[in-house]
């Protein structure tokens, strides 16, 4: 048995607002000495998911690198530039039959944690149950998604991902306030990369 959740790590994008490009893109960042993917893949790892599935695409063999030595499954997206929904749908098919719920993690949320995950598990309900982090009424990621809603997620198209779907259930979603706004500042730009080492003292 896998445990009641599944982390799904989303690593697939083209990150087309991250200057360095091609060169260097944003799933490779490094923040405190290590990649913004391999960042995320860790905290999941310390985390109580039961099983952690990273989804690459764009510049896969580097991403895929990064991780090689982690305890975690990958799958690729064939169709990363399509939008994210793509990679929600890929995750989602990996993830174990016993799980009874997937969380969706960015990878360009550096301040994302283990204990802000394990927060997250705690708030799950069951199969039907659906819990985003907020700080001071704003909502962000990573959201969890119980086993019900599975079927809705695999329906969606585009580059937004699981949001239209939060939107539609928003008087069924759970809201975990946190304490700090930290875990949820993400990051498109290297300008906002540099922002958010200055502000966490991260070295």
């Not at 799904?8 to 290590?34: H, I, N, Y």
């Not at 905290?43 to 896969?60: M, W």
């Not at 259930?169 to 759970?174: D, K, N, P």
Request: contains cysteine; hydrophobic residues 40%; charged residues 25%.
């Amino acid at each position: 048995m896998t445990g009641p959740v599944s982390g799904v790590v989303l690593a697939a994008g083209l990150s087309t607002r991250f200057e360095a490009g091609a060169d260097k893109p944003k799933q490779l960042f490094r923040v405190g000495g290590e990649s913004l993917v391999r960042r995320t893949c860790r905290a999941a790892l310390a985390s109580a998911l039961g099983e952690v599935i990273l989804v690459t695409g764009y510049a896969t063999g580097r991403v895929r690198s990064e991780v090689a030595d982690l305890d975690l499954r990958t799958v690729h997206n064939p169709s990363y530039a399509d939008g994210q929904s793509g990679s929600v749908r890929c995750g989602l098919a990996a993830v174990a039959d016993d799980a009874k719920g997937a969380m969706f993690l960015p990878i360009d949320q550096p301040g994302l944690d283990a204990a802000v995950i394990d927060r997250l598990l705690g708030a799950f309900g069951g199969p039907d149950s659906i819990v985003v982090p907020t700080f001071r009424g704003r909502r962000g990621a990573p959201a969890t998604f119980g086993r019900d809603w599975f079927a809705r997620l695999e329906g969606l198209r585009g580059d937004e991902g699981a949001r239209p779907l939060l939107r539609e259930l928003a008087e069924r979603v759970e809201e975990l306030e946190l304490d700090s706004e930290l875990p949820l500042v993400d990051i498109d730009t290297e300008a906002e990369a540099r922002a958010w080492v200055e502000r966490s003292g991260t070295p």
